[in-house]
């Protein structure tokens, strides 16, 4: 297994870390800084960004986002590091460098599942938000509940929650600091799946599973596909250049000879 890690060594600053599963099929972010709840600062943003950035170079074909510790997933943005910043400070450093990095996040050409197995506020939630699937524990509650603190989601919440669950919902989420459990996730659409926390971690292997069961290429393509779809790009252009581009590959032939055969496909991402 091979591990990246951030170069900070303070627990109370915390670190990320990616670990490839064996294959290098699968990689593994874990945000560290449990002795503060997850709570994110520039710094852990910037490093997640490079993380990210080191994930999409590699040929990993399934991304999994967890954090550190036992009960929380992640509290949000750390409130002692933003609190005195400039109005100027506020737009140009924290606003930007988290919108950097979990843009960066949503635009991986892998698919990417967060793992919510407990609470999720704030930024926290929208760290998941980035992610195109969310697996979370029913014990689990999430909540964008900064209108409570006299301010707005900052870190893309506010369009990624309306783009999962429409406009009311994403005002009730916002507007009354609405607290979600994981059941009431699932009803609303924030989340893939709800599972009690012990069986979370099947719920996740299931998923992952059949993700990286189909042919790499064509996963991603997919994936880009509904995003530009989402984004106003016209399909009869987008789905006519993938397609090309999926016809020339190893894996369509494999597919289809696995097909004819009635046999599982063995996929080489080529």
Not at 101 to 117: C, Y
Not at 125 to 138: K, Y
Not at 155 to 177: D, S
Not at 200 to 207: K, P, T
Request: contains cysteine; proline residues 3%; aromatic residues 4%.
């Amino acid at each position: 297994m091979t591990t990246g890690t951030a170069p900070s060594t303070d627990l109370n600053l915390g670190q990320v870390t990616v670990d490839y599963s064996p294959d290098g099929h699968t990689a593994t972010i874990l945000i560290d800084r449990a002795a503060k709840l997850n709570a994110l600062t520039l710094q852990l943003l910037e490093d997640l960004a490079t993380a990210v950035r080191g994930i999409s170079a590699s040929t990993a074909r399934v991304v999994i986002v967890r954090t550190a510790g036992d009960k929380v997933f992640c509290v949000g943005a750390d409130i002692n590091h933003f609190a005195d910043l400039s109005a100027a400070g506020m737009w140009r450093d924290w606003i930007a460098t988290g919108h950097r990095a979990f843009d960066e996040l949503a635009g991986l050409r892998q698919p990417s599942i967060a793992v919510l197995d407990g609470l999720a506020f704030g930024g926290g939630l929208e760290l998941a938000l980035a992610c195109d699937f969310r697996v979370i524990a029913t014990e689990a509650r999430i909540a964008l509940p900064e209108t409570g603190l006299g301010t707005v989601p900052g870190w893309g919440g506010t369009e990624r929650a309306t783009e999962l669950i429409g406009r009311a919902r994403a005002k009730e989420l916002v507007l009354t600091r609405r607290q979600l459990s994981g059941e009431e996730a699932l009803a609303w659409g924030l989340v893939t799946a709800a599972a009690p926390k012990a069986e979370l971690e099947e719920i996740l292997a299931r998923l992952a599973g059949e993700l990286l069961a189909g042919a790499p290429l064509a996963v991603q393509l997919g994936k880009q596909l509904i995003d530009a779809a989402a984004d106003g790009a016209p399909s009869r252009v987008l789905e006519a250049l993938a397609g090309g581009l999926a016809a020339a590959t190893d894996d369509l032939a494999e597919g289809v000879a696995a097909f004819r055969d009635k046999r599982t496909a063995q996929f080489n991402d080529n």
